[in-house]
């Protein structure tokens, strides 16, 4: 069992920045997927960014790519998000998640992943 425990949520400008962590309860370093996901009022829950441990592939949304950076720490087993250039449409709750899984790249389907942290509301003012 993964407990993933989020924090730095908060509310900002728009062009403002952010920067949301997970930390996991066991050790992530290798053969896990992590990611972050969000999900407004009125969408589905979102991949915005996956990274692969052990090769630090990474993969971004569309609408976050060049914006967001998805990184690590592997001593700390500490998963990052950080938000540049916040706008409006990044208002959510924003929740990581883990799969213990051997694969080359990461899914995006949320149902892939088993764990999840608790989410934290982000919101961007115009």
């Known amino acids: 069992q993964v407990q993933l425990v989020e924090s730095g949520g908060d509310s900002v400008q728009a062009g403002g920045s952010l920067r949301l962590s997970c930390a996991a309860s066991?050790?992530?370093?290798?053969?896990?997927?992590l990611g972050w996901f969000r999900q407004s009022a009125e969408n589905v829950r979102e991949a915005v960014a996956l990274?692969?441990?052990?090769?630090?592939?990474?993969w971004y949304g569309n609408s976050v790519n060049g914006r967001f950076t998805i990184s690590r720490d592997n001593a700390k087993n500490i998963v990052f998000l950080q938000m540049d250039n916040l706008g409006p449409e990044d208002t959510a709750r924003y929740f990581c998640?883990?799969?213990?899984?051997?694969?080359?790249?990461?899914?995006?389907?949320?149902?892939?992943?088993?764990?999840w942290g608790q989410g934290n509301q982000v919101t961007v003012a115009s």
């Open positions: 998640a883990a799969a213990p899984r051997a694969v080359v790249s990461c899914p995006t389907p949320s149902s892939f992943y088993p764990y």
């Open positions: 990274i692969k441990t052990g090769t630090d592939n990474t």
């Open positions: 066991v050790s992530i370093s290798v053969n896990y997927c």
